[in-house]
């Protein structure tokens, strides 16, 4: 899964204080589990168990999917590449059935068996210039593994819940929709288990059930949650716009988590383009995808960033989500969905459009 030394494309904002403040108090907390910062504020009458209930669900995701346990499904399907099919645990299948469903509607942008490219590349530090292992490798290098990337090269087998990667050197990593996929387990398991309102933040990946409570009867004084989008080009801190949203899940893509500068001055970063091989350079700082359907907006978001400013402007309406695109001349796009949801803030250098 993605490793990532900061916590959030989507950094939490202070809820709006003053008059409506909920009297009951919500469960929070702060956790490194996935292989990232996990931050959630829960509400609900028994949220202790849910709070369990939600860490255990991840736990448990993590041995299935994980691309650093060297004992999770997904390693021993990559161990056994080009040898022999590997049974899997049903979450682990069921993982794999939607990337590759979402793989195959991605017109070659989203290739969950990039995992080779990723390795070779090696992007884990954030804006290390020159640091140990993240020197560009040569085009011969990224030539060679690019011809192993296809996610056609995965075989599934339903009826005996295997799966196979046809050749030697193949491997498979979901980080690109995993943590969606975990927003809408996490969903799942906090509505079982009584939680009314909250939200889980999954390395900025963001779900949220519900409005933030206040204080009166019959839902008066509850308001959206508010989130901030984060500056690409800023600190963890700095935002270019706030969000309000309920019943929903927001992923975002960028190239400024987890990158390195060359010396030639480029920006190398950890989303590929499966068609080259090189970290995706098609005109976006960030790309954010609004859906309820979590794994969803976590494939959208990087299968748009992929894809880069001219097709996602050209469809940034017609996707059944809300979108915002920051392109790299520091212009902020926003879907028509999203008119009264996001909200600008000034004095960041960006400017601001709401596609009609
Ligand atoms: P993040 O998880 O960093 O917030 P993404 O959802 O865009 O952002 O996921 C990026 C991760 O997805 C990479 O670290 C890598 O594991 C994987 N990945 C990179 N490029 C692609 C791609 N073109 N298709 C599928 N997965 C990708
Ligand atoms: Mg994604």
Same mark, same amino acid.
């Given at each position: 899964?993605?490793?990532?030394?900061?916590?959030?494309?989507?950094?939490?904002?202070?809820?709006?204080?003053?008059?409506?403040?909920?009297?009951?108090?919500?469960?929070?907390?702060?956790?490194?589990?996935?292989?990232?910062?996990?931050?959630? &504020?829960?509400?609900?009458?028994? =949220?202790?168990?849910?709070?369990?209930?939600?860490? %255990?669900?991840?736990?448990?995701?993590?041995?299935?999917?994980?691309?650093?346990?060297?004992?999770?499904?997904?390693?021993?399907?990559?161990?056994?590449?080009?040898?022999?099919?590997?049974?899997?645990?049903?979450?682990?299948?069921?993982?794999?059935?939607?990337?590759?469903?979402?793989?195959?509607?991605?017109?070659?942008?989203?290739?969950?068996?990039? =995992?080779?490219?990723?390795?070779?590349?090696?992007?884990?530090?954030?804006?290390?210039?020159?640091?140990?292992?993240?020197?560009?490798?040569?085009?011969?290098?990224?030539?060679?593994?690019?011809?192993?990337?296809?996610?056609?090269?995965?075989?599934?087998?339903?009826?005996?819940?295997?799966?196979?990667?046809?050749?030697?050197?193949?491997?498979?990593?979901?980080?690109?929709?995993?943590?969606? *996929?975990?927003?809408?387990?996490?969903?799942?398991?906090?509505?079982?288990?009584?939680? =009314?309102?909250?939200?889980? =933040?999954?390395?900025?990946?963001?779900?949220?059930?519900?409005?933030?409570?206040?204080?009166?009867?019959?839902?008066?004084?509850?308001?959206?949650? &508010?989130?901030?989008?984060?500056?690409?080009?800023?600190?963890?801190?700095?935002?270019?716009?706030?969000?309000?949203?309920?019943?929903?899940?927001?992923?975002?893509?960028?190239?400024?988590?987890?990158?390195?500068?060359?010396? %030639?001055?480029?920006?190398?970063?950890?989303?590929?383009?499966?068609?080259?091989?090189?970290?995706?350079?098609?005109?976006?700082?960030?790309?954010?995808?609004?859906?309820?359907?979590?794994? *969803?907006?976590?494939?959208?978001?990087?299968?748009?960033?992929?894809?880069?400013?001219?097709?996602?402007?050209?469809?940034?309406?017609?996707?059944?989500?809300?979108?915002?695109?920051?392109?790299?001349? &520091?212009?902020?796009?926003?879907?028509?969905?999203?008119?009264?949801?996001?909200?600008?803030?000034?004095?960041?250098?960006?400017?601001?459009?709401?596609?009609?």
């Amino acid at each position: 899964m993605v490793k990532k030394g900061v916590i959030a494309a989507a950094a939490m904002l202070g809820l709006l204080g003053g008059c409506g403040e909920s009297t009951q108090v919500p469960r929070t907390g702060v956790v490194f589990s996935m292989n990232t910062v996990v931050e959630y &504020k829960l509400y609900g009458e028994n =949220s202790e168990k849910a709070e369990q209930a939600l860490l %255990d669900m991840f736990r448990e995701f993590e041995s299935r999917v994980s691309n650093f346990l060297p004992e999770s499904d997904i390693s021993r399907l990559n161990s056994a590449a080009g040898e022999q099919a590997v049974e899997l645990s049903q979450t682990a299948f069921d993982v794999l059935v939607r990337a590759i469903s979402l793989c195959a509607v991605s017109d070659g942008a989203f290739d969950i068996t990039l =995992s080779p490219l990723e390795r070779l590349w090696n992007i884990t530090s954030d804006g290390d210039i020159g640091a140990e292992g993240v020197s560009v490798p040569t085009r011969d290098e990224v030539e060679a593994l690019l011809a192993n990337v296809d996610y056609r090269s995965v075989l599934l087998d339903p009826g005996k819940r295997t799966a196979k990667l046809a050749k030697q050197g193949q491997a498979v990593d979901l980080g690109g929709m995993a943590k969606g *996929y975990a927003a809408d387990l996490a969903r799942q398991t906090l509505v079982d288990n009584g939680v =009314s309102s909250g939200y889980v =933040s999954i390395g900025g990946n963001l779900m949220i059930i519900g409005k933030s409570p206040g204080s009166g009867l019959f839902g008066y004084g509850d308001r959206l949650y &508010k989130f901030s989008l984060r500056d690409p080009r800023g600190g963890v801190n700095d935002a270019v716009a706030t969000i309000e949203l309920t019943d929903t899940t927001m992923a975002t893509s960028g190239d400024y988590e987890r990158y390195f500068i060359g010396e %030639d001055g480029v920006r190398y970063h950890h989303i590929l383009d499966p068609m080259t091989g090189y970290p995706a350079n098609a005109g976006l700082m960030s790309a954010s995808v609004i859906s309820p359907d979590g794994a *969803y907006a976590d494939y959208m978001s990087t299968n748009l960033f992929v894809r880069g400013r001219e097709y996602a402007l050209n469809n940034i309406n017609s996707l059944d989500c809300g979108i915002i695109l920051i392109d790299t001349d &520091k212009r902020i796009y926003v879907s028509k969905s999203l008119e009264d949801a996001v909200r600008p803030l000034d004095g960041k250098g960006y400017t601001f459009e709401v596609v009609q």
